[in-house]
């Protein structure tokens, strides 16, 4: 389950996976918002052992063509890890809870029996052939 982290927090990464884990939650929720967060930091050439104000604030910045929640998901992830690093004093400033917009409600689309009748007919006719399918 090793990931390849690359920039100098890479350890704290891992052991930050690390720890999640121990405290029973899913480090694979974390995993890929610290890899963005990784070659964010890596691709900036950012040298330091400590997280800075000014990284941070790029970072939010960032455009990752995202809608508002994957925003908020991705800042969140990292602030995790931000508030790990302040507490080993590797970091400096996390993310201000301005910074955070409103999570939106998902709204799922619901089916009219029509569509409901006419989509279940179709999956009577289904033969599981894909020469079948028109």
Known sequence: MSTNFTSTFADDMQNFL????????NPESYRPRLKQFDAFITQRGFPLQ?????????????????????????LFAVNK?????YELGRCEYIIPKECFCKAIPYSPYLFSDEEL???????????????NLE
């Not at 690390?18 to 029973?24: I, N, S």
């Not at 890890?81 to 690093?85: A, D, M, S």
């Open 81 to 85: 890890f931000l508030k790990y690093l």
């Open 117 to 131: 009748s006419r989509f279940f007919s179709a999956c009577d006719r289904f033969s599981g052939d894909s020469r």
């Open 18 to 25: 690390k720890l999640q884990e121990a405290l029973d939650f």
């Open 50 to 74: 400590t997280v800075t104000k000014d990284v941070v604030l790029d970072w939010v910045g960032e455009e990752y063509h995202e809608s508002n929640n994957g925003r908020r998901a991705r």
